[in-house]
């Protein structure tokens, strides 16, 4: 039967909920209260022609994304030219760099440089890493994860040792490499899952397959390039796209949905996507009776961190810098401790700086450069000006440290901050995180917020705080699978 659908939002995941439910024929209304799409991924323009992607700069697991352009009969290349990077990221130590090359052949070269031996254990930890890529990202990660039935047949049992479950990233990495720089680089993926590496299953070495060996790339034009498509694709699938369209009510009428109130009119809808930040839908847009989950149980989880960005457009090239680059000159645990423990800001902060302008010349004006500082932070912090352009000074001075340049500030034309206030305003997050829930153990498959309403039989929730978790491939599954369920009855 054809349904009437609405998807609240439109980021990665919402415009792939569209996309697919409208692919199985329904009429899909997507309703997205900013007024442009693409949630944490949007970009926006200045005056004086910077471009800036505001949220995901790392184009990794390319396969995953090519394949939700394949269920529509298309390519990623219809839409943008993926450039691999090389090398694929810098990282600054205190005591020199290091270069990630884009060859895996010369990756190895560089780990038995650095530890004599690393270069085969690299083999072996990459060997194991496909093995969970391949079970991880194209079995596990597909499932609706309503209960752990799904995870019983023959094929999980035997892998399921295999997947590392049990085991901790920090324990499982050093199983292979003791030298602290390969520790940290190989550590420093799990980072983007939002928990200390101590805290999250090996299970997650299979991003350094996604990333270190697939490699790390960038869609030229920017992250919106991916997001035009995914609009493009949904309205080609009969999608109608709604901007500026606050949701403000999910409506429910004798036990089931009934509609939506969008900017103070009601309309009737079959069935409800919501891919608006979950603690915001349930405790904002819902009548309480109806929740999946009251506040007790959010002010458990482990929240995936916040971050402070600097958009910054600096009118003269900056030299020795490289598309991404990691400052890790300072300690990573007293970091993460800092940020999910102690849940302050950073006393010796770690930051990532990201120039596209250095593969990209559409980003910012000639002779000038676009530059995107995030140094993580915990989430529902204090968060004012005052506060963030002391981190803004550490950052630019070590920047400056790094590339050998002085007085950047004063080459600064466009200058911008974002932090957890903004998050919060911009996408009603939760304490204002940035990557949603951290992925630990106790946070993975069931035990992640429902994909459906246990009350409500025509409620589902997508997105990065429900099943497969964060990032962008995981938000763009979470659509299809919310989708699926939406429209199989
Ligand atoms: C700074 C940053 C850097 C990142 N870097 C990377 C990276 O390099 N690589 C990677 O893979 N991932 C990265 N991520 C993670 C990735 O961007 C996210 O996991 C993904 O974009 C989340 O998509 P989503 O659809 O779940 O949520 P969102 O993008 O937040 O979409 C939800 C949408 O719902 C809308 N909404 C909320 N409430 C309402 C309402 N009441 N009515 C209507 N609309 C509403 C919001 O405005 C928003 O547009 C990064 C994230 C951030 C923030």
């Known amino acids: 039967m054809k349904k009437k659908i609405a998807v609240i939002g439109s980021g990665f995941s919402g415009l792939s909920a569209a996309a697919y439910a409208s692919k199985e024929g329904h009429e899909v209304h997507l309703f997205e209260k900013n007024n442009d799409i693409g949630g944490r991924a949007r970009n926006f323009k200045t005056d004086n022609g910077y471009i800036f992607d505001m949220g995901p700069s790392w184009y990794w697991m390319p396969d995953i994304i090519e394949s939700f352009f394949e269920e529509f009969n298309r390519k990623a290349s219809d839409f943008y030219t993926l450039v691999p990077l090389d090398p694929q990221f810098e990282m600054v130590f205190s005591d020199g760099v290091m270069q990630i090359p884009h060859h895996y052949g010369e990756m190895k070269d560089l780990f038995e440089k650095t530890e004599p031996g690393a270069g085969k254990m690299l083999d072996r930890f990459m060997e194991d890493a496909q093995y969970k890529y391949e079970t991880g990202m194209k079995d596990f990660v597909n499932k609706p994860c309503h209960s752990w039935w799904e995870f019983v047949s023959p094929k999980i049992a035997k892998s399921a040792l295999k997947l590392d479950l049990l085991t901790n990233f920090q324990s499982f990495v050093r199983k292979y490499f003791t030298h602290p720089k390969l520790i940290v680089l190989m550590e420093f993926p799990v980072i983007f899952l939002g928990a200390a590496p101590k805290d999250i299953p090996a299970l997650y070495s299979l991003m350094n397959y996604g990333g270190y060996k697939l490699g790390t790339w960038y869609p030229m034009g920017g992250f919106s390039k991916i997001i035009d498509a995914m609009k493009e694709i949904a309205v080609e699938q009969g999608t109608i796209i709604n901007c500026n369209s606050n949701v403000e009510k999910i409506i429910v009428k004798n036990n089931k949905v009934s509609g939506l109130i969008v900017n103070q009119k009601e309309i009737n809808f079959d069935t409800i996507i919501a891919s608006s930040d979950y603690h915001h839908t349930e405790t904002k847009l819902l009548p ?200 199989k009855n």
């Open 288 to 487: 309480e009776e109806f929740r999946n989950y009251n506040e007790k149980y959010w002010e458990k989880r482990t929240f995936a961190p916040s971050c402070l960005i600097y958009y910054i457009g600096c009118k003269e090239k900056i030299p020795n810098l490289k598309h991404h680059t990691l400052f890790f000159e300072n300690d990573l645990d007293l970091h993460t401790e800092e940020i999910y423990t102690d849940k302050k800001w950073p006393t010796k902060p770690l930051f990532y700086a990201c120039c596209p302008s250095k593969t990209d010349p559409s980003v910012a004006p000639e002779n000038s450069e676009n530059l995107f500082l995030l140094m993580p932070v915990a989430t529902g912090i204090e968060d004012n000006e005052e506060i963030r352009e002391i981190y803004f000074n550490q950052m630019i001075s070590r920047l400056e440290k790094h590339t050998g340049t002085s007085d950047l500030i004063s080459k600064i034309e466009y200058k911008k901050s974002y932090c957890i206030k903004d998050f919060k305003e911009d996408y009603n997050a939760y304490q204002g995180n940035a990557y949603g829930l951290a992925n630990t153990l106790s946070q993975t498959a069931v035990l992640k917020p429902s994909l459906r309403n246990k009350k409500l039989k025509n409620l589902f929730y997508t997105g990065q705080l429900t099943v497969p978790g964060p990032g962008v491939p995981p938000s763009i599954i979470s659509g299809k699978i919310a989708a699926h369920e939406a429209t």
